[in-house]
C-alpha cells in the first residue's frame, strides 16, 4: 500500500482517480507549520503539494520513504529541484492545465488595467457618478510586449492579436520560427524591447535568472505610459521599483495576481497613492473549475504511473 500525503486544497474531482486506486491510501492534512510537515512526511511514498508548500532540503530529507513529489500545477519554485535529484526523488507538474486559465486571467488584467473596470467598479458602488474620471485606452494598434513566449505566452499572443494589437516578445531561448508563425516579433534585448511596450506581460518563470528582472534599472527603459502585467510570479518584478515608476507617471498602470510575499498583506502596490493606477488579485490565475480539475487529474495519472514503477 502507498501512502500519498495532500498538503493543499486541490480540485475533488481531480482526485477521483487517486481516492479509487486500490493500492494508495491517501491522507489529506491542510494548513501544518513546517515542523508538522517534515514529521507528517516521515512514512510517505508521495507527496502533493500546490504553491503554498516549502518543499525544501529538509522535508525532502524527513520523507525517508519519499519517491514522489506531484506539484498540482505549473511552477516547482517551492520545490529543492537540485536537492530531490540528488535523492532520486521524482518531482510531477501539470504545466498545460491552466494555460488557458492564466491566459484568460491576464486578457482580463490588460482590458482591467486599461478601461480601469475595478476602479470605476468601486467608484459607482461607493455612490459617484464620475464618468471623466475614467478616462481609459485603447487596446487597438497598441504594441504588447510578451516577456515568456511559452504556452502562456504564446496564447496571449494569439488573443491580443485578435485584438488588432502588436506583439513583440523577449524570450532568449525559443525557436526562432515559433515566435515568426505566431506573427510575434523577436528582440534579443529586454531593454531595447521595453522602450517599444504600451504593455508588457510577464510569462517566465521565477528563477534565478528573471527574479527581479523588471527592477528599477530596467523599468528606466520602459517607454512612458506603459502598463505592466504580471501574472507568472512575485519576485520577478521588484514591487519598491514598480510602485515608484507608478508614482512618478513613468508606467501608468500595473495589474499583478501575484505578489513576492503571499499571502500579500502588504506591498508597495497597495499605496493609496497609487490606488487609482493598480488592479490586484490574490494569484487566481489558475483559478477557474475547468483547470483545478485539469491540473490535478494530469498529476494524478503521472503519479499512480510513477508509482506503480
Ligand atoms: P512555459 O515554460 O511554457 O513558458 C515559459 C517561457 O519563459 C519559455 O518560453 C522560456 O523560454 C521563457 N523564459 C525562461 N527564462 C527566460 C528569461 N530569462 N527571459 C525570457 N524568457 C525566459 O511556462 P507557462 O506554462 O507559459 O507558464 C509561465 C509561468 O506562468 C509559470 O512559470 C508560472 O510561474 C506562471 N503561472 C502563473 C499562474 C497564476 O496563477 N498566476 C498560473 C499558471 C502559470
Not at 120 to 137: H, I, P
Not at 209 to 217: K, V
Not at 246 to 267: I, M, Q, T, W, Y
Request: hydrophobic share 45%; glycine share 8%; net charge neutral.
Amino acid at each position: 500500500m502507498f501512502k500519498v500525503l495532500i498538503t493543499e486544497h486541490i480540485h475533488e474531482e481531480g482526485l477521483k482517480e487517486l481516492y479509487e486506486a486500490p493500492d494508495i491510501e491517501v491522507i489529506l492534512r491542510l494548513n501544518m507549520s513546517q515542523e508538522e510537515l517534515c514529521d507528517a512526511v516521515k512514512d510517505m511514498d508521495a507527496l502533493i503539494t500546490r504553491s503554498g508548500t516549502a518543499v525544501d532540503k529538509k522535508l525532502l530529507e524527513a520523507g525517508k520513504k519519499l519517491k514522489v513529489v506531484a506539484r498540482v500545477g505549473v511552477g516547482v519554485d517551492n520545490i529543492d529541484l537540485g536537492a530531490a535529484s540528488k535523492m532520486g526523488i521524482i518531482v510531477l507538474n501539470s504545466p498545460t492545465g491552466n494555460t488557458l486559465a492564466a491566459t484568460e486571467l491576464t486578457m482580463g488584467m490588460i482590458f482591467s488595467i486599461a478601461r480601469k473596470i475595478p476602479q470605476a467598479n468601486n467608484s459607482l458602488l461607493s455612490g459617484e457618478w464620475k464618468r471623466e474620471k475614467f478616462l481609459g485606452t485603447q487596446l487597438y494598434g497598441k504594441t504588447l510586449l510578451i516577456v515568456g513566449l511559452g504556452r502562456i505566452g504564446s496564447s496571449v499572443a494569439t488573443r491580443a492579436k485578435a485584438l488588432g494589437m502588436e506583439i513583440f516578445c523577449y524570450d532568449p531561448y525559443i525557436n526562432p520560427k515559433k515566435a515568426e508563425n505566431l506573427g510575434v516579433k523577436r528582440l534579443d534585448d529586454l531593454r531595447g524591447a521595453l522602450s517599444l511596450a504600451d504593455f508588457v506581460t510577464l510569462h517566465v518563470p521565477l528563477t534565478h535568472e528573471t527574479r527581479n528582472m523588471i527592477n528599477e534599472e530596467t523599468l528606466k527603459s520602459t517607454k512612458r505610459g506603459a502598463y505592466l502585467i504580471n501574472c507568472a510570479r512575485g519576485g520577478i518584478v521588484n514591487e519598491g521599483a514598480c510602485a515608484k515608476a507608478l508614482k512618478e507617471d513613468r508606467l501608468a498602470g500595473a495589474a499583478f495576481d501575484v505578489h513576492v510575499v503571499e499571502p500579500a498583506k502588504e506591498s508597495s502596490l497597495f499605496d493609496p497613492a497609487i490606488i487609482e493606477k493598480v488592479v490586484v488579485t490574490p494569484h487566481i490565475g489558475a483559478n477557474t473549475r475547468e483547470a483545478q480539475r485539469a491540473v490535478a487529474e494530469i498529476v494524478v495519472k503521472n503519479l499512480i504511473k510513477a508509482l506503480s514503477g
